[in-house]
């Protein structure tokens, strides 16, 4: 038996495995690319208050890796944003930007304002110069009124009443800018919304499947998922999908954990 | 697949303009903010309040513009509790031109601060792009300020009236607008005087038509009926 010793594991990355990657680019395997939502985004103003839509569709290179992702992310109650650009820094972004807006609620005990979203947002990706490639239209409804705003990854900003991004935010403003009016109703803002998407996913390779809205007025907001799937898939084998290869369960035991803990009252800690 | 280059940085083609006339300061800019070749902003407000007496016009990369005035004028509210009084139309200047020497390697943003104060009246100081300080009578910059050098060695006079500084500076605009395609849109205007501040906005169809330009028909304004200015 050979005496190895027990040494505990040191913290950091491991670069072991980064010979055998080079070794592997030499002979001609490329990495796989990072995953990009192509996109078409949009946001409206209408008369109670904002309309949010995008397409489902994730790209990595030229491969759809995601046939309906979500793009509508959750910042407040009362707050949504849509993300174009690398997913993983849209959600890592969002997600980071919601939980900080979670504690300022605590601190505060008011609702959120979307101006709060929009500065935390434009502060962290003009830190990182644009290297956090995230654009973002933020949507929402506070005390102030409704605001839509739009965020590149330089970290600038506008303020608009409509506004498109991403790959498709070309053939969607085209919609926009000849459709828009002031004041729309619900009805007429969720069809522009809608219309807008269509182009992007119809007419630009990057944004594809389905469109999802989010409405979002004073005191409500409806996330509607797919709320248009005008790509089904044609050819579906009718027999269905079986896995064959079952893992076999050859014991089940159940343990109730709440056994297993004791609750005790007791005083604080004392040294 | 990708003609637009959304990771372009967003920068602001523009044209601004500070001027000083005898009561206060007329700043003007046009609208448009550039990602590439693909116009993000058509109806963007480049002129920035600092504080109720001083604002500044933005030009260059869109977001390290706004995040030096963002700066400026939470230094300038500090400023204004700490003095007791409104802050200088110099102090204001002083502190953008300070971020904007002190950052000049990280930094792309050619801005012009113009205000009036009880001190001095109207003021206007440029800070282009190294961090130089400079008070003008008037100042151009943005990329449609090339074609308005000669133009103001003609036109410019001391002692203008508020409607001929104004028009001034709207003919300005215009006129870089035509020629520089990084800069379009509308025409803001910003007055600053002793009675307060007056912004104006003057959309395509109200500003004058220069040599080679058509009059518009059958443009979206007259289909979809003249909207109201957006309130932003």
């Known amino acids: ?271 | 697949m990708d003609q637009v280059d959304f990771n372009a940085p967003h920068s602001m083609g523009t044209t601004i303009i500070g001027v000083t006339y005898n009561g206060g300061v007329v700043l003007g800019a046009d609208s448009r903010t550039s990602t590439g070749v693909y116009v993000a902003n058509r109806a963007s407000d480049k002129i920035t309040k600092l504080t109720d007496n001083v604002y500044v016009c933005r030009s260059g990369s869109a977001a390290d513009s706004q995040v030096v005035s963002d700066y400026v004028r939470y230094f300038l509210h500090q400023h204004t509790i700490q003095l007791g009084q409104p802050a200088t139309v110099k102090v204001a200047a002083n502190l953008v031109r300070l971020l904007a020497y002190n950052n000049k390697n990280n930094l792309q943003t050619g801005l012009i601060v113009g205000g009036w104060d009880k001190y001095e009246g109207g003021q206007i100081y440029g800070v282009p792009l190294g961090g130089t300080i400079v008070q003008q009578p008037f100042a151009i910059g943005g990329s449609g300020s090339s074609y308005l050098y000669g133009f103001f060695d003609q036109a410019w006079k001391e002692g203008m009236t508020q409607e001929e500084a104004e028009e001034l500076v709207k003919k300005a605009v215009s006129l870089a607008i035509a020629r520089d395609g990084a800069s379009g849109g509308v025409v803001r205007t910003v007055i600053i005087n002793s009675e307060g501040v007056t912004r104006n906005f003057y959309p395509g169809d109200q500003l004058p038509i220069w040599h080679d330009e058509l009059e518009s028909h059958n443009s979206l304004l007259d289909i979809l009926g003249a909207p109201e200015p957006m309130n932003i």
């Open chain 1, 1 to 271: 038996m050979t005496k190895s010793l027990d040494v505990p594991p040191k913290g950091g990355f491991s670069f072991d495995l980064c010979r055998r990657n080079d070794m592997l680019e030499k002979k001609g395997l490329k990495a796989p690319t990072y995953l990009k939502t192509g996109t078409t985004i949009v946001g409206l103003v209408f008369k109670d208050g904002i309309i949010l839509g995008a397409d489902t569709r994730a790209t990595e290179g030229p491969i759809v890796a995601d046939k309906n992702c979500e793009k509508i992310h959750y910042m407040a109650p009362n707050i949504y944003c849509c993300g174009a650009g690398t997913a993983a820094d849209t959600e890592a972004v969002t997600d980071m930007v919601s939980s900080q807006l979670q504690l300022h609620r605590y601190h505060t005990g008011r609702e959120s304002r979307v101006v709060t979203a929009l500065t935390l947002l434009k502060r962290h990706l003009f830190n990182y110069q644009g290297h956090v490639s995230a654009a973002l239209v933020l949507g929402g409804v506070d005390i102030t009124g409704p605001h839509l705003h739009t965020i590149y990854p330089h970290g600038s900003t506008d303020t608009l009443p409509f506004a498109t991004m991403g790959s498709g935010s070309l053939a969607a403003m085209s919609v926009f800018e000849s459709k828009y009016q002031e004041n729309l109703t619900r009805e007429q803002g969720v069809k522009l919304v809608v219309e807008a998407i269509c182009a992007g996913i119809f007419n630009d390779l990057g944004s594809g499947s389905n469109v999802d809205v989010c409405v979002i007025t004073k005191g409500n907001k409806e996330y509607l998922r797919n709320h248009l799937t005008p790509n089904p898939r044609t050819f579906v084998n009718p027999k269905g999908f079986t896995f064959s290869k079952k893992t076999e369960v050859l014991s089940t035991k159940i343990i109730p954990l709440k056994e297993k803990v004791e609750v005790i009252e007791g005083d604080a800690m004392e040294e």
